[in-house]
């Protein structure tokens, strides 16, 4: 056990090094290589800035509105029919957009119900296998300059839907356990 500890410790500045020997060895400026990634990788984080600062703003007035919790009365009636929770439905709905406003509110779920709670195994499984679609869709596509998502969001909303189902299927199983 204590070499595996050893090689997670060792594994970043011997990757490191190995890109630096690896650079020397081909006769490359390691450093001017360096500098122009750094360069290119600041470029991408401003074209993509204003696309984060809206999707954060959007999440935040949602969130401070009630609109959320309106929400999840609304529907709380359907979600007692498939055995979710309606209180976990700004979370579903919220880690669509954002993972740390999620986490934001996952937090609250656990200062509330617990983390051992059936709500609790919900929401910790939910997050941890669905993803940010609209973040994601909006930041690579824009870097990546694609404009035709064809069958993208789709499949997304999709594999969302069918990891909210397993999550309330492992979070059952669990609590029988």
């Known amino acids: 056990m204590s070499i595996l500890l050893y090689l997670s410790d060792m594994i970043i500045p011997l990757l490191i090094f190995c890109i630096v020997g690896t650079g020397i060895l081909k006769k490359?400026?390691?450093?001017?290589?360096?500098?122009?990634?750094?360069?290119?990788?600041?470029?991408?984080?401003?074209?993509?800035?204003?696309?984060?600062?809206?999707?954060?703003?959007?999440?935040?007035?949602?969130r401070s509105s009630g609109f959320f919790d309106f929400l999840s009365q609304k529907l709380s009636y359907i979600t007692n029919l498939i055995d979710f929770p309606a209180s976990l439905v700004p979370l579903t709905i919220v880690k669509m957009f954002s993972s740390s406003a999620a986490t934001g509110l996952l937090l609250d779920v656990f200062k509330e119900y617990g983390t051992d709670s059936y709500i609790g195994l919900i929401a910790s499984i939910m997050l941890s296998c669905t993803e940010t679609i609209f973040y994601?869709?909006?930041?690579?596509?824009?870097?990546?300059?694609?404009?035709?998502?064809?069958?993208?969001?789709?499949?997304?909303?999709?594999?969302?839907?069918?990891?909210?189902?397993?999550?309330?299927?492992?979070?059952?199983?669990?609590?029988r356990a």
């Open 28 to 62: 490359k400026n390691v450093y001017d290589d360096f500098v122009k990634g750094a360069k290119d990788g600041m470029r991408t984080v401003a074209g993509i800035l204003p696309t984060l600062i809206g999707l954060m703003v959007g999440v935040g007035v949602l």
């Open 136 to 175: 994601t869709m909006s930041v690579y596509f824009l870097a990546a300059k694609v404009t035709k998502t064809r069958w993208t969001l789709k499949g997304a909303l999709i594999s969302t839907f069918a990891s909210i189902v397993a999550s309330v299927v492992l979070a059952s199983f669990m609590s």
